[in-house]
């Protein structure tokens, strides 16, 4: 736990980035009836009835102090399609930096040899080589602040029947772009002497 808020307390360094991931699933709807249109006093109104058109994945990187987000929409969420999202993190969106400080939580899929079943061994061995992995606690999978970011994205975005990934696609980038221009982060409060006070119960006990 102290490991990963320690990565929060540090000062921003675009050669050091500190870059949390998460996925969740989405279920695609679609309406069967047009909705009613709005009209003074009373907004606009969706039938009772959809179609469930499948469930996609959404991976997100989110950087809280450069206020940076990235979402993308896949179809699964295999180790397959976290190693090319690792590729991506590595040679798109930070050739810059020299090294990647990853949080995690403890899915089996957040693991490096993950690129190895997709690159070849040179190719994966540069890919790590940028990365560094780091843990929350079991159970404790709040302590990665994309989690909130993603909350964000659920209330502002996709509290709503979107029909197929096309779509979803177009919305999230838009609502992507538009927090990125903001530079839009989350407060983080949580400190290691909260950890300590408030998580006893995780700690070594010295008796």
Same mark, same amino acid.
């Given at each position: 736990?102290?490991?990963?808020?320690?990565?929060?307390?540090?000062?921003?360094? &675009?050669?050091?980035?500190?870059?949390?991931?998460?996925?969740?699933?989405?279920?695609?709807?679609?309406?069967? #009836?047009? &909705?009613?249109?709005?009209? &003074?006093?009373?907004?606009?109104?969706?039938?009772? +009835?959809?179609?469930?058109?499948?469930?996609?994945?959404?991976?997100?990187?989110? +950087?809280?102090?450069?206020? $940076?987000?990235?979402?993308?929409?896949?179809?699964?969420?295999?180790?397959? !399609?976290?190693?090319?999202?690792?590729?991506?993190?590595? !040679?798109?969106?930070?050739?810059?930096? !020299?090294?990647?400080?990853?949080?995690?939580?403890?899915?089996?899929?957040?693991?490096? /040899?993950?690129?190895? +079943?997709?690159? /070849? &061994?040179? +190719?994966?061995?540069?890919?790590?080589?940028?990365?560094?992995?780091?843990?929350?606690?079991?159970?404790?999978? $709040?302590?990665?602040?994309?989690?909130?970011?993603?909350?964000?994205?659920?209330?502002?975005?996709?509290? #709503?029947?979107?029909?197929?990934?096309?779509?979803?696609?177009?919305?999230?980038?838009? $609502?992507?772009?538009?927090?990125?221009?903001?530079?839009?982060?989350?407060? $983080?409060?949580?400190?290691?002497?909260?950890?300590?006070?408030?998580?006893?119960?995780?700690?070594? /006990?010295?008796?």
């Amino acid at each position: 736990m102290e490991d990963v808020l320690d990565l929060y307390n540090e000062s921003y360094n &675009p050669k050091k980035s500190t870059v949390c991931l998460d996925e969740r699933p989405y279920q695609l709807v679609e309406e069967v #009836r047009l &909705p009613l249109p709005p009209e &003074p006093d009373q907004p606009e109104r969706y039938d009772y +009835e959809y179609k469930r058109n499948g469930v996609v994945n959404l991976f997100a990187f989110f +950087e809280p102090l450069a206020g $940076w987000r990235h979402i993308e929409v896949t179809q699964r969420r295999t180790k397959v !399609d976290l190693a090319k999202q690792l590729k991506d993190l590595v !040679d798109v969106y930070y050739p810059q930096a !020299d090294v990647i400080r990853l949080v995690v939580d403890n899915l089996n899929i957040h693991t490096p /040899s993950a690129l190895y +079943e997709v690159f /070849s &061994p040179q +190719e994966a061995r540069r890919i790590i080589q940028k990365l560094e992995f780091h843990y929350t606690p079991k159970h404790a999978s $709040w302590l990665n602040q994309v989690e909130i970011e993603l909350s964000v994205l659920s209330r502002q975005c996709l509290e #709503r029947r979107i029909p197929n990934a096309e779509t979803l696609t177009s919305e999230i980038a838009a $609502w992507e772009k538009q927090r990125n221009q903001q530079k839009a982060s989350v407060y $983080w409060g949580f400190q290691t002497k909260d950890a300590r006070r408030k998580m006893q119960r995780l700690y070594p /006990s010295l008796t």
